[in-house]
């Protein structure tokens, strides 16, 4: 693992030094963290547990979590040595809110070596240029760090904004925030999603990212046929040491060595 670790970094180090693509936002130095890519077996439960699904997530080695402002007592260390080898964390929504656990999540994470990707929540009433900027005044670009994300999903409980446009306009406006946030962080951004949202808006026709799917009742492969997907949140009721209350679980495709080689090609650099 070690050996593989050490090729990875050499590998990021090499993609780093060629460059290229829009100017990037110093990071802080204290955030400027080699990323840890050894994976760490998860030690999960999980309150309410779904029959089938529990044990074929547990199947993939590589387990991560999502965290917003909900989660305010993390003990990161004790989450990655628990098997938390990745972390999505939010970060904005719409083009005028930072998530109050933005920055503690964020530096805690890296301190831990857990690696950490943000995530933009999409706000249906506001352009997506606008959002775009909110974010990458709110996220700098760092090497090593994941893909940013873009959560779109239906919000029939906002209190400012429950508008359902047509599927074409909410396409094109995901495809504006990847080609924004690719020229931007220097890789394509992550898509989050739902069942329905995903439907309603055939959002297979988009091209160029990969998929973050929310299926907690069925495999992604029953609920989102024939599509691809990197990463998987099968549960929003798991128990993780280190994360005070139930956190959403999450995991990677592949096994470790997929994990490994999807990280050289698709970290910040």
């Known amino acids: 693992m070690r050996a593989l670790s050490l090729a990875l970094f050499a590998s ?14 110093k990071a802080q130095k204290h955030d400027t963290v080699l990323p840890d890519v050894r994976v760490s077996a998860a030690n999960f439960s999980d309150a309410d547990p779904h029959p089938v699904i529990f044990g074929a997530a547990r199947r993939h080695p590589v387990h991560g979590v999502d965290v917003a402002r909900f989660q305010t007592a993390v003990d990161w260390h004790t989450a990655r040595a628990n098997g938390v080898n ?10 005028d809110l930072v998530d ?23 706000y249906h009433c506001r352009a997506p240029e606008e959002q775009a900027r909110w974010f990458f005044r709110n996220v ?37 925030l990847v080609d924004l946030f690719t020229r931007q962080y220097g890789t394509a951004p992550i898509l989050y999603t739902t069942v329905d949202f995903y439907e309603d808006n055939q959002m297979w026709r988009l091209d160029g990212v990969d998929f973050w799917l929310r299926s907690v009742a ?33 995991v990677f495709a592949g096994d470790v060595g997929d994990w490994q080689g999807w990280l050289a090609r698709r970290m910040q650099r």
């Open 12 to 25: 990021v180090s090499l993609l780093a030094a060629c460059g290229g693509g829009a100017p990037q936002p």
């Open 86 to 95: 990745f972390a999505f964390i939010k970060a904005t929504e719409g083009g």
């Open 100 to 122: 109050p656990m933005f920055a503690d999540h964020w530096r805690g994470a890296a301190r831990a070596g857990v690696l950490r990707g943000a995530y933009h929540f999409f």
């Open 140 to 176: 700098p670009a760092r090497a090593g760090d994941l893909p940013p994300v873009i959560d779109m999903e239906w919000t029939p409980d906002s209190p400012t904004c429950t508008i359902r446009r047509p599927a074409s306009e909410i396409r094109a406006d995901a495809a504006v």
């Open 218 to 250: 069925a495999h992604p492969s029953d609920r989102y046929p024939g599509q691809h997907w990197a990463f998987w949140q099968y549960t929003s009721t798991g128990a993780v040491p280190g994360i005070a209350g139930e956190a959403d679980i999450n």
